[in-house]
């Protein structure tokens, strides 16, 4: 029987957690509550009819405060699914248990920001109001916002082009203003949906760097969906490997590569490599399963 995510458990006893852990604490002498727990997940669309389709089976995560992890798995394996079931979009029902700081999904949810693959910014505005634009939505007064988008569009490089429209901004400056405004949102949760997917490769490396600067200086909890193995090692704590749909885990990797990390000098590593090679022979065997 299918039960809403998140309505099946009692309420937890505990007060959430609202604190997050220091810049580079090492993670795992952090002793706090998970900021994303997910048991038991399975994600079933069209449930009785006969287009049903089986996306996610049976998937247990959880994230500590400050962690970046990487989901990575074929096209089609659920890994979109499970965003959006974090965020409480989903209007279908899912089995399971899923907590963002210990309460289940829900719209609207201030403690989430969510970045997409295509920039998604509003062609009639200014770099500057795209920046703001997420905090507007959220109500924040526009003095405050205004302040935070200048800063964030410094921090992205973008300081010179807050006035420009999107047409007039390459590819590559339009997702840097997509991680402006979501940096700016100061969510403690961060879902990425294959932000950098449609980027050339030397953009693309760029574009790591910097989403690694802001993750430094403001530690979020990611969860950053991509197709990209290198892409995911060079930016995670974790990489999750999940099968063809229905997408499950089939392994879960640390990634022990020291921090602060440089994307580029990463590429000629041998660990990094190394890394590669593991993962890649994880994702051929989660592929072949169900072929
Ligand atoms: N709203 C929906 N209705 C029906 N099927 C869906 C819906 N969303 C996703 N699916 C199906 O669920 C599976 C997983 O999709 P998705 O999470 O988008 O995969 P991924 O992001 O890993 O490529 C796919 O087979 C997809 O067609
Ligand atoms: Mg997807």
């Not at 999904?105 to 997420?134: C, K």
Request: net charge neutral; with cysteine; aromatic share 4%.
């Amino acid at each position: 029987m299918s039960r809403p995510v998140g309505l099946t458990q009692p309420p937890l006893a505990q007060a959430p957690p609202t604190h997050e852990p220091l810049a580079h604490e090492p993670l795992a002498a952090v002793d706090l509550p998970p900021t994303i727990a997910i048991r038991d997940l399975t994600m079933r669309f069209g449930a009785g009819t006969a287009d049903a389709v089986l996306a996610v089976d049976n998937v247990s995560l959880s994230l500590a405060p400050g962690e970046f992890v990487s989901l990575v798995g074929p096209s089609g394996c659920g890994k979109t699914t499970i965003l959006n079931l974090l965020t409480g979009l989903l209007k279908e029902e899912a089995d399971g248990d899923v907590r963002v700081l210990g309460r289940p999904p829900r719209e609207g949810n201030p403690d989430i920001a969510y970045m997409l693959a295509r920039d998604s910014l509003l062609p009639w505005r200014t770099a500057r109001d795209n920046a703001a634009f997420g905090m507007e939505v959220r109500g924040m007064p526009r003095r405050e916002r205004e302040t935070r988008a200048r800063d964030l569009l410094q921090q992205v490089g973008l300081g010179d082009f807050a006035d420009k429209f999107p047409k007039a901004l390459s590819h590559g400056m339009r997702q840097r203003c997509a991680l402006a405004r979501t940096f700016a949102l100061d969510s403690p949760v961060l879902l990425m949906d294959e932000p950098f997917g449609a980027l050339d490769a030397q953009t693309k490396l760029t574009l790591e760097d910097l989403l690694m600067q802001l993750w430094s200086a403001h530690r979020k909890t990611v969860v950053f969906v991509t197709h990209d193995l290198a892409e995911a090692i060079a930016l995670s704590d974790r990489v999750i490997v999940m099968s063809a749909r229905p997408g499950r885990i089939v392994a879960d990797v640390a990634i022990d590569l020291p921090r602060p990390r440089d994307v580029r000098k990463l590429q000629t590593d041998h660990r990094f490599h190394d890394l590669y090679a593991k993962l890649w022979r994880l994702l051929e065997q989660g592929a072949a399963a169900h072929e």
